[in-house]
Each structure stands twice: as structure tokens, then as C-alpha cells.
């Protein structure tokens, strides 16, 4: 037999690791690949989360993360990590996902040493450079680089076309990422979690909050955080779950307006399974999120977006979620609207997948192995 393909996948932070596990998985099931996971750390806590539960434990790990880092320190950092492992492990292929700034950096690494770069969620844009910021850039930087473009959905693979980039190098694969979220779905309920059982006793109605976004930083969480106090004010039976993201800024925002209501519960990150399990229970979900953007349809769950713009429009387009920005009275009323307008809830209430079918991981190690066999082992 010849020579295994050897792969280097890369992840960095929670999402690149949710993403990046079921490609992960699926290639190390398949004797024609050797599967090597980098993690560069720029997430620790809630890298290590997901990492646990897929059962991943990285070859390496980088370890870059520090308090309130800059993306210049990101990308310094995790450019010289993944030099020094590409000089000692060569490979054949660098895998990573989406738009972090681990992902642009592992494909800028792995041009320096002339490695293929896959780009799993590849193709998603608003055309607006700052918006979101950095990941916009981030995607559109790494694009030119890849030579294997997994786009998750039609609009996706269009987006790389206009952008020149060849039709034969794009494959519309799904999102991995509902790979993922199908997965964690079908496991049994873990109920220890405190925070996930707080919710699942409520009788009443649950509203579910995450925010972390650049952008958002500041005076927008602040007027996002308002609003979900005024909600909770307005109506007498909502429970507000609301797991920050470990960046210390978005708690300075949500806790000093959320921390003291009785019906507010402000929770470290969930473990991605009791966060699943939260958004099955949810009534609405207030994000400005990308991956909860793509998993909340999937579950019939109606979500408004805090954000001015999506790279994901298509679940704005199949009437499953609606931008609404970050100004307090337009979240209070567009949220109000839905929990008091049945009409308009279960317009939005229909269970759509407009990101895949659970099965892109499969399909992205298809394509690796007639690509890189047919090139490399003939
Ligand atoms: C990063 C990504 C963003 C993605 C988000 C997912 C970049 C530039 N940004 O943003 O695209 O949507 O992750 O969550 O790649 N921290 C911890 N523990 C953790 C994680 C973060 O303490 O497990 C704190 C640290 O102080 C860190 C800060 O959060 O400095 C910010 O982390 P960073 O990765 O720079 O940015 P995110 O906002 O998490
Ligand atoms: N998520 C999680 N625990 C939480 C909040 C979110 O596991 O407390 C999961 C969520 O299901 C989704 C992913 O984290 O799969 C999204 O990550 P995040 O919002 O941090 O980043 P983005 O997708 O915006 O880049």
C-alpha cells in the first residue's frame, strides 16, 4: 500500500475545534491518511472544552493564548509556532477552517513551505472589510492561498467564482460544523451542568444570549445587555440563559446590567453538548454568533442577529433568522414581537438546514483522497 496522505489539520479556537473535529474524525477512520492535530491555543479554556468532548487530544500544542491579546500578538505567535512544526513534520496538506485568525495564519504558514492549504469553510463573505472584523479579511486573505476550497453552501462556492478562484478547485461539501452539532444532538443529555438544569426546570419561557463580536465591543454589548433587561421586565415568565464567552470584556458588559436580575443566568461558556441541549430549549436566541447562526435553524428556532451584517444570509433568506443590529429598542421589539405574535414566531419557528446534511466531513475526505492520491501516489 502506498504511503499514507499525511495531514496536518489545524485548530485554534472553540469554533475551529467544533468544526474541525468531525474532518478530523472522519480522515483518522480512513487508513489512507495520517492525521496530525496542531492546536495553536488561542482559545484555552473553551479550546480544551470541545477538544474533551470529541476526544482529541492535539499532537501539538502551540499554547499561544494570553489575557487580552492583540491580533498582532495572534498571528505572531501562531506564524512561528507553525513555522517550527511544518520544519520538523512536513506535510502534505494543512487543513483549517473558517475565519479565525489561527485559520488565515495556517494558511499563510503553509504557503511559506509550499504545503497545499484545504480551507474548510471556505467562501463566506459580507464585503465589508470591517464587518465582522477580523474574520472578514481573514477569510478573503486566506482564499487566494488555498488550493482546496470546501465551500459549505451554493452562495458560498459563487462568492469564490466572482473572486476568480477556479471552478475545479471548489467543492460544495456542507458545513462541517452541522456535522458537529447532529453529533453532540444525538448524545444522551448530560444533565450536570447547573446552569442547563436551571433551564430545563424553568416552565416558563427561554431566551438565549451570546455575544462576543468585535464589533460589539463596548457600547453595543452594553445596549444588547439593556435590552435583554428589559425583556426580562416586560415579561414575567422568561428565563434569560446567558453563557459569556471567557473574553473578560464581554462580561464587563453583561454583568454590572444582567448580574442581579433573579431570572438572568449569566454562566461561564457551556460545554458544546448542555449549550446544544440549551438551544433546543430555547424560544428565541439573541446572537451575534456565526456558528450559532448555522445550528439554531437546524432546530427550528427562531434567531435575530446582532449584527449589521451576515456572511450567512441563508437563513435570513429562508425566514429562520432576521439582522437586527444592536440597538436596544429594535432587539426589545423584534424579540417582543415573537413572544407575544404566534403568527410571526411560527413563521420563523420552521426547522430549516440550509448549511448541510451532517455528511461534509465524509465528502471533504472524498475529495482528499482522489485529489491527493491520484496527484501524489501514482
Ligand atoms: C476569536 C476569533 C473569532 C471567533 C471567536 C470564537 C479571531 C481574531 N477571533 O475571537 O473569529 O468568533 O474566537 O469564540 O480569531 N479567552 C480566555 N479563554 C478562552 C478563550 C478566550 O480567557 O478559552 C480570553 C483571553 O483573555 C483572550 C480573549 O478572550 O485574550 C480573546 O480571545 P481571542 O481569541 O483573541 O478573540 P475572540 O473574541 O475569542
Ligand atoms: N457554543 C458552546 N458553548 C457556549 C456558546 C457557544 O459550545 O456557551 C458553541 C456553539 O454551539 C457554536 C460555537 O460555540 O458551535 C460558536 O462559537 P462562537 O460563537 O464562539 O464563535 P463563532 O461561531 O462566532 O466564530
Request: with cysteine.
Amino acid at each position: 500500500m502506498s504511503r499514507p496522505i499525511s495531514v496536518l489539520a489545524v485548530c485554534g479556537t472553540r469554533p475551529d475545534a467544533i468544526k474541525m473535529a468531525p474532518v478530523v474524525r472522519a480522515l483518522r477512520e480512513h487508513p489512507a491518511f495520517a492525521v496530525r492535530l496542531i492546536a495553536t491555543g488561542q482559545h484555552r479554556e473553551m479550546l480544551d472544552q470541545v477538544l474533551r468532548l470529541f476526544d482529541l487530544t492535539p499532537d501539538v500544542d502551540l499554547n499561544i493564548m494570553t489575557p487580552h491579546q492583540t491580533l498582532t500578538e495572534i498571528t505572531l505567535r501562531t506564524l512561528e509556532g507553525l513555522d517550527r512544526v511544518l520544519r520538523e513534520t512536513p506535510a502534505e496538506v494543512v487543513l483549517a477552517q473558517g475565519d479565525t485568525t489561527t485559520t488565515f495564519v495556517a494558511a499563510l504558514a503553509a504557503f511559506y513551505h509550499k504545503i497545499p492549504f484545504g480551507h474548510v469553510e471556505a467562501g463566506l463573505r459580507t464585503y465589508d472589510k470591517y464587518q465582522p472584523f477580523p474574520e472578514e479579511m481573514n477569510r478573503r486573505l486566506t482564499a487566494p492561498i488555498a488550493e482546496f476550497h470546501f465551500a459549505p453552501t451554493e452562495t458560498a462556492r459563487q462568492n469564490l467564482l466572482r473572486e476568480g478562484i477556479p471552478a475545479a478547485r471548489i467543492w460544495v461539501t456542507g458545513n462541517t460544523g452541522i456535522d458537529a452539532v447532529q453529533w453532540v444532538a444525538g448524545q444522551p443529555l448530560e444533565y450536570a451542568d447547573p446552569a442547563l438544569q436551571r433551564v430545563l426546570r424553568h416552565t416558563g419561557r427561554v431566551l438565549l444570549l451570546t455575544t462576543h463580536r468585535r464589533e460589539n465591543w463596548g457600547e453595543p454589548m452594553t445596549a444588547i445587555a439593556r435590552a435583554a433587561r428589559e425583556l426580562l421586565e416586560r415579561f414575567d415568565d422568561l428565563l434569560l440563559l446567558a453563557p459569556m464567552h471567557r473574553n473578560p470584556i464581554v462580561r464587563q458588559s453583561l454583568v454590572p446590567i444582567l448580574g442581579d436580575h433573579p431570572r438572568a443566568v449569566l454562566t461561564e461558556p457551556l460545554d458544546y453538548a448542555p449549550f446544544v441541549h440549551a438551544m433546543r430549549r430555547a424560544d428565541v436566541i439573541l446572537t451575534d454568533s456565526g456558528g450559532v447562526q448555522e445550528e439554531a435553524p437546524a432546530f427550528g428556532k427562531p434567531i435575530l442577529v446582532l449584527r449589521e451584517t451576515t456572511e450567512r444570509p441563508e437563513g435570513v433568506e429562508a425566514g429562520a433568522a432576521k439582522l437586527v443590529g444592536t440597538d436596544p429598542a429594535r432587539i426589545v421589539q423584534e424579540t417582543a414581537r415573537l413572544l407575544t405574535d404566534p403568527d410571526a414566531y411560527a413563521q420563523m419557528a420552521r426547522a430549516v438546514n440550509p448549511y448541510g446534511d451532517g455528511r461534509a466531513a465524509e465528502r471533504i475526505r472524498k475529495i482528499l483522497l482522489q485529489e491527493l492520491r491520484s496527484e501524489t501516489h501514482t
